[in-house]
């Protein structure tokens, strides 16, 4: 084997080392797990009590008698998360922070063996190629930003990779079913995945495989309805706080640094990157109209994380698929091992660790390049792809 057991123990550890001091490093143990999760507990409590969850005045009241950030943190999430969080209101915040990092860690894990199995190789890969995959994810940052702040994000991992994994074995209806049951989970944010549904919507008509949409639109319906049991007005002060959205946020996200740059703090400067990246790729599909996977369809996650109107670090969780279609297709090519076999994994690993280490300064806004590396990757290795697919008599 090229690399010995030895030094992978080593590079395990060292790696683990690592990612524990950056975290320390943030401020454990005082606000671990605890930034972001206080949002959805309050929220919860809000709802279950009749009262407005998205109302600044009430959430922060009640953050306030269990943590004090100085500024409080407002759910700005659609009504389709409460089906999920209002588990949270029935136990004390501290013991939430604790179970929610179990969780989100099984989230990580299922995930991961998910991935793993749509990503199926059908052919040999050397060892020291899958050894590089799993520090690639060991060292993957998004994941621990996500525990520390207490995000939802890795529930909507999970509800990415079964999407993947059960469409892939959807000769079943059973399994149709619950792969759009799993894909409804991506509401709770549905700005992230835009271009991934683009992408899926044009599959699915390409292929004519309906099977998953019972699901997904059978699922929706249940979060839309679960909250109104309630409270009756949820969607009407969803809209209200949805039409004063919060505009200065820095987000590391192509609309907010336009909004920087430019100075104009206008609500359509912050969409227009989101406009023109969909309406260019829905002109790539109707021009080119290439034939995309299932698999193919994570590719295009990188480019909609980073053109979305909002998103954060901890949000990049779902590139977890774009990792293992990368891996995919470095030897897809009858598994020849070429120059950028291991090279693109290794500015994959140095990408990780330039994060971890904050060599781009310690607020969230500057890690915009780092889904821009994923972008380059999954591009070039779509050309190669395509390229592939063009028989030699057919190239100029």
Not at 256 to 280: C, E, K, M, N, V
Request: hydrophobic residues 50%; positive net charge; proline residues 6%.
């Amino acid at each position: 084997m090229l690399v010995n057991r030895k030094i992978r123990v080593s590079i395990y550890i060292f790696l683990i080392a690592l990612f524990t001091f950056v975290l320390i490093s943030e401020g454990i143990p005082e606000h671990f797990g605890s930034v972001d999760l206080v949002q959805y507990w309050a929220a919860a409590k809000l709802l279950i009590s009749g009262k407005n969850p998205y109302n600044p005045d009430f959430i922060t009241e009640l953050e306030r008698k269990v943590v004090n950030f100085g500024e409080a943190v407002l759910l700005w999430n659609p009504p389709l998360i409460f089906i999920v969080i209002v588990p949270f209101a029935l136990v004390s915040f501290s013991l939430l922070v604790f179970l929610w990092g179990f969780i989100s860690t099984a989230l990580y894990l299922t995930s991961y063996k998910l991935c793993s199995s749509a990503y199926d190789f059908n052919y040999s890969i050397p060892k020291v190629l899958l050894f590089l995959r799993s520090i690639t994810f060991l060292s993957f940052y998004p994941c621990a930003l996500a525990l520390y702040y207490g995000q939802i994000s890795p529930l909507l991992l999970l509800g990415l990779s079964g999407f993947i994994y059960f469409a892939l074995k959807s000769k079943k209806n059973k399994h149709s079913f619950l792969a759009g049951s799993f894909l409804a989970l991506t509401l709770i944010k549905p700005h992230l995945l835009y271009l991934f549904y683009i992408a899926l919507l044009w599959r699915t008509i390409s292929s004519r495989d309906y099977n998953w949409l019972t699901g997904f639109l059978g699922t929706t319906l249940l979060f839309a309805l679960f909250p109104l049991i309630f409270n009756s007005d949820i969607y009407h002060y969803y809209l209200k706080a949805a039409l004063n959205p919060p505009i200065n946020f820095q987000t590391p996200t192509v609309g907010s640094w336009l909004q920087g740059l430019s100075g104009i703090h206008r609500l359509f400067i912050r969409f227009l990157p989101t406009l023109i990246t969909a309406l260019g790729f829905i002109a790539f599909l109707l021009i080119r109209r290439p034939v995309i996977s299932l698999q193919d369809t994570a590719a295009i996650i990188p480019l909609s994380l980073i053109t979305s109107p909002y998103g954060w670090v901890y949000d990049y969780v779902l590139m977890f698929p774009v990792i293992f279609w990368i891996f995919t297709r470095l030897l897809a090519d009858n598994s020849k091992v070429t120059s950028y076999t291991f090279l693109i994994p290794a500015v994959m690993l140095l990408s990780n660790i330039s994060m971890a280490v904050g060599l781009t300064g310690k607020g969230l806004q500057n890690y915009i390049w780092f889904p821009f590396v994923y972008v380059l990757i999954c591009g070039f290795l779509w050309l190669k792809k395509s390229d592939a697919c063009v028989s030699p008599a057919h190239r100029h």
